[in-house]
């Protein structure tokens, strides 16, 4: 569109804005907990921040025989709190699987079941739910002197009553004993559990949620007693922890801390191997060979061992336990806890390999070596990766990993990748809750979204052609839905946790690091809020406003749209008006105006007009002055005019050849659809075949957050507009991203469910030929 204005009348025209209500703009002081002694509005820790903490020394015993776990702790509950407490309360979460609960779903059923997609591995999964009861069995709860403590079992938490308030500054000893029958983690989906072969008879134990740990008792919702239904994970108290696993004498073990017995436990070949490891940081070594492992699947024990596990300023303890492990180990570069390497090892079966020999070990180091520049230095001594039936699961130090190659040695694409992240996800976990303590039975993103945001940076930094497990497309389906939640949800009300507090945060978070704030800005932000709440407990609130405080931006309206909202991106480049400045001068533009009503296109009915006689043709008296008159004649109305204008402008003292500029003044209409407040930006093409491009902070919105304009002022003649041409915001309609409207291309397949293409099998594994028919008589 063409419109030929003034350039102050243009200026006005257009870059005013009626404005409608700006509630996205809004503070977030109504949503947000008041600042308090404990919690600064800087989102820092305050004088009064306080936290308590509890001690274990724990002695357990794995059966092998039986598949239980029979054990005893002594807990020492410290109270940091300025409250006096009557009970303390304790999580039981292997309690979820008691055939008493009535809140366990098996298998859960978020949206419905569809019966026609029912299959054999489904019912299998029901039918184990049906007949196994791993209700954690108290044995005996004591005070320090051996007497009986009341208490209450409440589905998966336990009330002990003191026998005395617990008073700010004081401690509690108490002993309990307990025993429970370990999962078939394949058929039931636990977290936890062990995994038979069938084809040697011996068992992979990786174990976790295998002790009553105490509940968490805050300055923000005192007591969190929230019951475990399966997908709200946990809320934890620091702690010390001293651990006696005892386990078939021919089994290796891997826990949470470090290990205080190796001379008992592990060969000298063994210890000497471990040595070597310490010192190596370009490739892992074996300290449990290939063929050990082998030779020990196939042997049976004479007899048991305990392994003595220490672990210092943790939330949690897991452990894995087998005669068919491998381990390997390597030093992670450039890092030291008391004075030694950080160690990154794995343990992993014959039936890991070749995929875990090449990369368990090396993503370990990796996220560590990432993870530690983004946040802060790894403060423990070792790191491990281990593989068995738990898809990925992520406890201090120790995480469980599934990704296997197929029985013939060869792996898909996506199974390789799937091995590396899941390995950086849940080793990255260490940051995020481990360490970076936040409540993730109440906000599951605060843990996943923001290791899932970091992981992305670690992959990043793997190879230069990653392939994401989430990529976009699933993230703008999943940005489309119509029952979406906002990621503040509870996490027992979130259907669809995956997008919602693992992609949506990360998605949201690289936003804000490479639209809105900028690398340096926000990585700086970031790690001050990682170092602020090393081994405390933060909330969302701590977060944001640390994310503000250290920024120096206002991020309220960003918080309100991808966390407590359930808007979209959808921005539309709804039309381009086209002005270009008047320069008054009639001598100049009353030709300008004649040439260009005479280059205006003849409609097809008066080209046919056209050759039809007319009347004033045949009466030429019918004609009169204005049949001769040239619309390009200058008037001396209209010199004096000019010559007016020229005089207002001097004694505005306004340059009178600014009227004679060339340059174009683009009115660039965009809209809002989506309704989340975004950056805007945008790629120009101009006519003579450059390029620019242009970014709009989200205060564009600030006036009006449906609607609003941008003018460009350039000497260049613009061709198209571009929104998000880098596609990084997760933009919901591209068909309205462009100025004029193009053609998208889709792909559009006929498809069946099949396994992934494996490559690696076709080239290197070639079909055996068909037997040969045999010749008939």
């Known amino acids: 569109m063409r419109r030929l204005l003034p350039l102050l009348l243009a200026l006005t025209a257009f870059a005013a804005e009626t404005g409608t209500p700006v509630q996205k703009f809004q503070q977030l002081d109504s949503l947000l907990p008041s600042p308090s002694p404990q919690r600064l509005a800087t989102g820092a820790t305050g004088a009064g921040y306080w936290q308590n903490r509890a001690d274990y020394d724990i002695r357990a015993e794995l059966d092998d025989e039986k598949r239980t776990i029979t054990a005893e702790a002594t807990v020492t509950y410290h109270n ?40 054999y591995t489904a019912l299998d999964r029901l039918l184990a739910y049906e007949t196994y009861d791993g209700e954690l069995k108290i044995t005996k709860l004591t005070d320090a002197d051996g007497r009986g403590l009341p208490h209450a079992i409440v589905k998966t938490m336990l009330r002990l009553d003191l026998p005395k308030p617990l008073k700010p500054g004081a401690d509690f000893v108490f002993k309990i004993s307990w025993s429970y029958p370990i999962n078939d983690a394949k058929r039931i989906m636990a977290r936890t559990g062990y995994e038979y072969f069938k084809e040697d008879g011996n068992c992979i134990y990786t174990i976790a949620q295998w002790f009553p740990r105490m509940a968490a008792y805050t300055d923000y919702a005192g007591w969190i007693n929230k019951q475990f239904l399966g997908t709200g994970e946990f809320t934890l108290e620091f702690g010390d922890y001293k651990v006696a696993l005892t386990v078939p004498d021919d089994h290796i073990v891997a826990a949470t801390g470090s290990l205080h017995n190796p001379e008992q436990v592990l060969t000298q070949v063994q210890r000497e191997r471990l040595a070597l490891a310490q010192q190596e940081t370009k ?57 030694k390497p950080v160690m990154a090892m794995s343990l992993y079966p014959k039936e890991g390999m070749p995929l875990w020999d090449k990369y368990s070990t090396h993503a370990v180091a990796h996220t560590i070596e990432v993870y530690s520049r983004y946040t802060f230095d790894y403060p423990y001594p070792v790191a491990w990766s281990v593989n068995g039936a738990i898809g990925g699961m992520e406890y201090p130090m120790i995480c469980f990993n599934g990704p296997r190659p197929e029985k013939d040695g060869t792996y898909p694409e996506r199974t390789k990748y799937a091995l590396i992240s899941v390995v950086i996800h849940e080793v990255g976990h260490n940051y995020f809750p481990m360490i970076v303590n936040s409540d993730e039975r109440q906000w599951t993103w605060m ?50 946790l995956g997008p919602n507090a693992y992609g949506q945060p990360t998605v949201a978070l690289n936003i804000l690091r490479e639209n809105i704030l900028g690398r340096e800005a926000f990585d700086h932000a970031f790690k001050t809020y990682a170092k602020r709440w090393m081994f405390k407990r933060p909330t969302p609130a701590d977060f944001f406003r640390t994310m503000e405080d250290a920024s120096g931006v206002d991020l309220d309206w960003f918080w309100r749209g991808w966390f407590y909202g359930v808007d979209h991106v959808d921005v539309s480049i709804d039309e381009v008006l086209w002005l270009q400045l008047d320069t008054r001068d009639p001598a100049t533009e009353k030709p300008k105006a004649k040439a260009e009503k005479e280059a205006l296109p003849k409609t097809l009915t008066k080209e046919r007009n056209a050759a039809l006689p007319k009347r004033v043709d045949r009466f030429p008296d019918l004609k009169d002055f204005y049949d001769g008159y040239d619309e390009a004649t200058v008037l001396p109305s209209d010199k004096k005019k000019y010559e007016a204008l020229l005089k207002e402008l001097e004694e505005a003292k ?73 596609q990084e915001l997760m933009d919901t309609d591209v068909e309205n991203n462009f100025w004029p409207r193009r053609l998208v291309k889709t792909k559009l397949q006929l498809f069946k469910d099949e396994k992934p293409a494996n490559p690696m099998r076709e080239l290197t594994k070639p079909e055996p030929e068909a037997p040969k028919a045999k010749a008939k008589k």
């Open 447 to 496: 843990d996943e979204g923001l290791n899932s945001f970091v992981e992305s940076l670690a992959q990043a930094e793997w190879e230069a052609n990653w392939k994401p497990r989430r990529d976009n497309r699933v993230m703008i389906e999943y940005m489309r839905t119509k029952e979406r939640v906002p990621v503040m949800t509870n996490s027992e009300s979130i259907a669809d």
């Open 654 to 726: 306004i340059d009178p050849k600014l009227l004679q500029t060339k340059h174009n003044i683009y009115v660039l209409e965009i809209s809002n659809v989506g309704g989340i407040v975004t950056p805007v930006p945008l790629k120009l093409e101009y006519t003579d075949g450059s390029t620019e491009e242009l970014l709009l902070p989200a205060e564009f919105w600030r006036f009006n957050t449906e609607k609003a304009s941008k003018i460009h002022v350039t000497t260049k003649e613009l061709r198209a507009v571009t929104f998000d041409p880098r």
């Open 283 to 339: 490739k892992p070594l074996f300290v449990v060979t290939p063929e050990e492992a082998k030779a020990a699947e196939k042997g049976r024990p004479k007899g048991k061992k305990t392994w003595l596990f220490q672990a210092e300023k943790v939330r949690d303890f897991a452990f894995a336990s087998s005669r068919k492990f491998v381990w390997d180990a390597m030093a992670v570069a450039g890092t030291k806890v008391n004075g």
């Open 80 to 119: 940091a709190s300025p409250d006096t407490l009557d009970y303390l309360w304790v999580q039981l979460d292997q309690n979820y699987f008691s055939k008493r609960a009535d809140s366990r779903t098996a298998p859960n059923t978020k949206r419905g079941v569809d019966l026609k997609k029912f299959s």
